[in-house]
């Protein structure tokens, strides 16, 4: 089964780029030669890829993505994606919570459920937008999602510490980089700036190093939001000890762990996590003996 956190954005495309067209359900099911509660599923997010893909041509419609490569098909495009991520169809599936042989139908013969795409496409950052063919959508990249300065860059001590608590991150939603060669934070998938990770689903565990300017709430926000709504196990994040923040007593304050670290990196600052378990609570403090927690 598909994992609730990903939202039918195909789906909810569809039916924005009909409603755009004024196009009515029974239209679009006359012009593609698809039946009407066929057309009603596939603006649910729901369907098969051989029906989506009939409607998206008989209506001369493309999809697009702020980072998808050109390719012939969709299963191309997703294949080339997740090679430059250094995603294993394996790693892939784990984190769509569908089956590899589900990713090996899409990329090698191009088939599958709708659902499973979109799943896939939200896992690799795809940002998917359905617009008329020769149209170029505008892609919104969200101005918070940039902390690649490297004044504001994790310490890899500090990363070192972690990877001894939590073995592996599933996602890094700030990264400066989704070549896995070069980020600086070790994990199975990446969001950059192009991404706007503050407008996509998170999953398992995530390592949140935040931009630091006036955008920070809404970092903290969706941390803890992710972590409620149950989409993310544990959220790991590396924030300035700002006990005075109206983030931090909305977010962090009652709501997470927090360890104080000593010292300034460059300022006062703390490691705050969302769903830290019975069992990785005194694996931290041993991994950072010199943190301080309330």
Known sequence: MIKKQFQNSLGVEFRKLRKRTRLTQATV???AG?????????ERGLGNLATWTKALDALGWSLRGRNLPAGNSIGRQVAILRKRQNLSQRSLAAMAGITQ?????LEVRN???LSSLNAILTVLGAGPVLSPAGENPSFYTHAGN???HE???TPTWILDRLYSVFDHFDLDPCSSSKDRRIARVKARAYFTAEDDGLSLPWSGTVFLNPPYGRELRFWTAKARTEFELGNAKTVI???PARTDTGWWHNDIAGKASIFFLKGRLPFP???IVWGLSAEKAPLLKSAIPEGWSP
């Open 237 to 239: 994040a590396l924030v």
């Open 34 to 42: 698809i039946s009407l509660p066929a057309i009603r599923k596939l």
């Open 146 to 148: 940039s902390s690649a």
């Open 269 to 271: 600052s703390a490691l």
């Open 111 to 113: 088939s599958g459920r």
């Open 101 to 105: 042989p589900t990713v090996i139908a």
């Open 29 to 31: 099911a006359i012009t």
């Open 151 to 153: 004044a504001w860059a």
